[in-house]
């Protein structure tokens, strides 16, 4: 759990001036439909979020209801700017899944590699991880970059992604 006295998360800073993590609350959910919305063909590209790019207003509002404790949902957010989404999941005790996705004006900077750097960092801080993991569409070369960047290794290719892996303790072995 995250948080499990239901205090919000802290702000996380990035390394990169002006850009930080911020916990997504309800009041956001303009912020992320709006660019949801303008980035619909590049979100989509690769197959992913075709789920995310067809839903409402509302339906946006309510998926951005607390998450569970076991979830760290984070807003990229550039001197007041929404810019994308990073977040883990516990899948497991110690087993931590990292997701994301960034806006197209905002490639090409390190903000997500900065932004997922911060969030597994408070991770490692706050939790006993074992292991973080990922998975990437074989077409996703910038996504696999920031695999790359990040330090994690491809666990296996899939016939339409890779998962990648990263192990970061004892305990933490090829399953």
């Not at 002006?18 to 979100?43: I, K």
Request: charged share 20%.
């Amino acid at each position: 759990m995250f948080q499990p006295d239901g205090e919000p998360l802290p702000n996380l800073p990035t390394g990169i001036p002006g850009v930080e993590l911020r916990e997504l609350t309800v009041q956001d959910a303009e912020a992320f439909f709006d660019l949801v919305q303008r980035n619909r063909a590049f979100l989509t590209r690769y197959g992913d979020y075709t789920d995310l790019v067809t839903k409402t207003r509302e339906e946006i509002a309510r998926d951005m209801a607390p998450p569970p404790a076991a979830n760290l949902r984070m807003g990229i957010w550039r001197e007041g700017e929404f810019m994308g989404l990073v977040n883990l999941y516990e899948a497991a005790p110690g087993i931590f899944v990292l997701g994301f996705w960034l806006g197209e004006a905002f490639t090409g900077h390190g903000y997500m590699t900065a932004a997922c750097q911060a969030l597994m960092a408070y991770a490692r801080r706050t939790h006993t991880v074992k292991q973080f993991w990922a998975g990437v569409r074989h077409a996703n070369f910038e996504s696999a970059a920031v695999m790359e960047r990040l330090g994690f290794a491809v666990y296996e290719a899939l016939p339409d992604r890779k998962r990648y892996w990263m192990v970061c303790q004892s305990g933490g072995e090829r399953p």
